[in-house]
């Protein structure tokens, strides 16, 4: 086990831990556990890395992006007092594309089929506003942290890729509540992975180190 992998495992204990010593302090009505489902685009910030490996490539030039690709996943969210929340979000994404170099800015693909798969593990502290006119709509702002597990796989399995590592991340949005039990939220989240990307092949290239990026998520939330 990695010592990030370690480090948030060792996070989430706590505040687990924290959440059983809250919720009977007073058997709080603003107190919840919501479970949620999700489905997000994101555009990697290593954007000639992925456009070469997952995109499709003619004559040097990239003519369909790979770097824009949907995540899915689902998780837990903690309300608490005082318009605080916590997120506990798994998601993973896997797509197959080849091998690939650069040179003079051009993108080459090789023929040699590769596989990507990326899985996050993340959790966000953030603040709901409530809206006092608009009680269906909440908006909220967070801040996190997770681990990142990146895999490649190949024909060559000397050219194999399996490390992890910790990043940071920020995220703005709004809840609308549909029904008493269910709420639909939208937002942007921009994360910030460096050290797995960057060391070799075609992100060294291309200059690339940060597995984040930009992302748009929907969730579908069960609780009030």
């Avoid at 086990?1 to 302090?25: H, I, K, Y």
């Avoid at 555009?43 to 000639?48: D, I, L, M, N, R």
């Avoid at 990507?116 to 966000?124: C, R, Y």
Wanted: overall charge neutral; hydrophobic content about 40%; some cysteine.
């Amino acid at each position: 086990m990695t010592t990030t992998t370690t480090l948030l495992l060792r996070v989430l204990g706590v505040l687990c831990g924290g959440f059983g010593l809250a919720a009977p302090a007073a058997a709080q009505s603003d107190f919840a556990i919501r479970p949620f489902g999700m489905a997000t685009i994101e555009q990697f910030a290593a954007t000639t890395s992925f456009d070469a490996v997952l995109g499709t490539v003619s004559n040097g030039a990239v003519t369909k992006s790979g770097a824009r690709q949907p995540f899915f996943g689902g998780g837990a969210e903690i309300i608490l007092p005082r318009n605080i929340y916590v997120d506990l979000t798994g998601s993973w994404f896997q797509k197959d594309g080849q091998r690939a170099f650069i040179s003079s800015g051009q993108t080459f693909q090789l023929g040699i089929p590769l596989s990507v798969k990326l899985t996050a593990f993340e959790v966000t502290g953030g603040y709901r506003f409530k809206l006092t006119r608009y009680e269906r709509i909440v908006p909220y702002v967070g801040a996190g942290f997770g681990v990142y597990m990146y895999k490649e796989t190949s024909s060559d399995p000397a050219d194999a890729v399996d490390t992890s590592h910790a990043g940071g991340l920020l995220v703005g949005g709004v809840e609308f509540r549909v029904h008493q039990w269910v709420g639909l939220s939208v937002d942007a989240q921009w994360t910030r992975v460096p050290g797995i990307l960057g060391t070799a092949g075609v992100s060294k290239d291309a200059n690339e180190n940060d597995l984040g990026g930009v992302a748009g998520r929907v969730r579908v939330i069960v609780g009030k």
